[in-house]
């Protein structure tokens, strides 16, 4: 297919027009970036360069990718981007308002407000809450063959709940899990509005499930406050008395329950996958584990589990648990040469940066000690290695994430060896947020 310009270039402009092609027609090239992102993207980079375009969900749609877009759009230092104009397109139905869906003053005024949940007390007080918890869970674990997504989404969909919400899920917690892998499903479904039984339809019943549920137990925490996640956004103010609404306090809450669990799920069935595959790898993070001589984890043994932070780092190259971050521009924008108008909707790529040959040796294999202080590839360029975001939307529960993982893999490594059959490779499916298309199934043998 011959290459075609996004749009014509103002007269008299030294700019080019930017790359690309539709794709198929109808569908564009929305079911091959579904498949294989990073096939289609490598694709494109070989034939068009860092930037181009495509149609994608019926959008016309600019990959900017590498680190140095990755840095260009996500640093955002001329406010060129919007963040809800990207992600209200995919998710705004279901994540309304969430913290991802704001942007500049209004962001910058709801995140010095969100903060005060991610302090160092806050942290240790969740990590506490944690312990208990994770040791109840993984005690319904068998022994032998088990699939691993659905034991840790359930682990870490309840204790997103008791950490951010101070209570537990009981009963409801199956329609619950069911209505946050709906409302996550949505955001690529192809047929966007709401047919009944399709992925739209499902997402907006999902996200009626979720509101009914914090809307409901706000009254009660205001009054009663305890030492979770939702009392203190539900009591958070400014320095100048302003606090959120009921409103802001449902949205942020399904959106960070979402992040809370979702995120670390994906986070944690690569580790899994990895370190069955490479036993030396696990053997040597429970050694580390054991030396602390304590089945759960106080705050302070967080640096001691280097081992885990360098794996952990590597899982998140291998499989950014956000693949893209859409982004749409607010005016013209420059960027190498390239002319992009108002209005465009464009992409950065985390999932194909991480897979850059010219940027991390050996791409595909796992290899942690890449992020080591005698090697630290990730330096190669400040965002050549970007799970978590970068400029002001930085993931604002990054430490969180890093403990929850520390924590959960800490006591299962104290408990199990796991290992999957010899030649398995785990399918990915990449059609929403990456995960194990199988369910990863392995086998737990008591310690």
């Known amino acids: 297919m011959s290459a075609v310009p996004l749009a014509r270039v103002p007269s008299g402009s030294p700019l080019k027009p930017v790359p690309g092609d539709p794709g198929w027609p109808l569908i564009g ?8 992102p990073i096939g289609m993207m490598r694709g ?23 680190p140095d877009a990755n840095q260009f759009v996500l640093l955002n230092r001329d406010n060129l981007f919007s963040n809800h104009g990207g992600w209200d397109f995919f ?3 279901f994540f309304h308002r969430g913290i991802m869906l704001l942007d500049f003053e209004e962001h910058r005024w709801h995140r010095r407000i969100m903060q005060q949940a991610f302090t160092k007390p806050a942290l240790q007080g969740y990590l506490e809450r944690m312990g208990p918890r994770i040791e109840d869970g993984l005690a319904t674990w068998p022994d032998g063959p088990v699939r691993v997504l659905p034991r840790v989404k359930q682990l870490t969909l309840d204790l997103a709940t008791d950490v951010f919400m101070g209570s537990e899920l009981g009963p409801r917690a199956e329609r ?4 946050f892998v709906d409302t996550v499903r949505a955001g690529t479904a192809l047929l966007r509005f709401p047919v009944p ?17 914090f809307r409901e137990a706000i009254p009660a925490r205001r009054a009663r406050p305890g030492n979770d996640l939702f009392s203190a956004l539900c009591l958070a ?6 606090r959120f609404s009921d409103e802001d306090v449902v949205n942020h809450m399904i959106f960070l329950m979402m992040a809370a669990h979702d995120t670390t799920t994906i986070t944690l069935s690569n580790l899994f996958y990895q370190l069955a595959r490479h036993p030396e790898w696990q053997e040597r993070l429970r050694e580390e584990s054991r030396a602390l ?11 001691a589990l280097g081992g885990i932070t360098l794996a952990m780092k590597e899982a998140l190259r291998l499989c950014a648990p956000v693949p893209s971050l859409p982004r749409r521009t607010v005016r013209d924008v420059e960027y190498q040469g390239y002319y992009i108008p108002s209005g465009t909707f464009l992409t950065v790529v985390p999932y194909f940066t991480h897979s850059m040959e010219e940027y991390w040796p050996d791409p595909e294999r796992f290899d942690p000690e890449r992020f080591s202080d005698q090697r630290r590839e990730d330096k190669v360029h400040p965002f050549a290695w970007v799970p978590f975001g970068g400029g002001a939307h930085k993931c604002i529960g ?19 060896r796991w290992s999957v059959p010899a030649g398995y490779e785990m399918p990915v499916d990449t059609t929403s947020l990456p995960v194990p298309k199988d369910g990863l199934p392995v086998t737990l043998t008591p310690l």
Do not use: C
């Open 29 to 36: 090239n929305t079911l091959s970036s579904m498949r294989d």
């Open 91 to 93: 998710i705004g139905p």
């Open 197 to 213: 039984g399709l992925r739209w339809s499902r997402g907006l019943r999902g996200r009626r499930v979720l509101e009914t549920l």
């Open 176 to 179: 619950i899990n069911r209505a």
């Open 293 to 303: 001589d304590k089945e759960r984890l106080d705050f302070e043994d967080l640096e």
């Open 44 to 66: 494109r980079y070989d034939r068009y360069g860092p930037v181009s375009w495509t149609s994608l969900f019926g959008l016309r749609m600019v990959q900017m990718l590498g």
């Open 237 to 242: 103010t400014t320095e100048d008395g302003e």
């Open 398 to 416: 990054l430490h969180f994430a890093d403990m929850q993982v520390k924590a959960i893999l800490h006591q299962i490594l104290r408990r199990w």
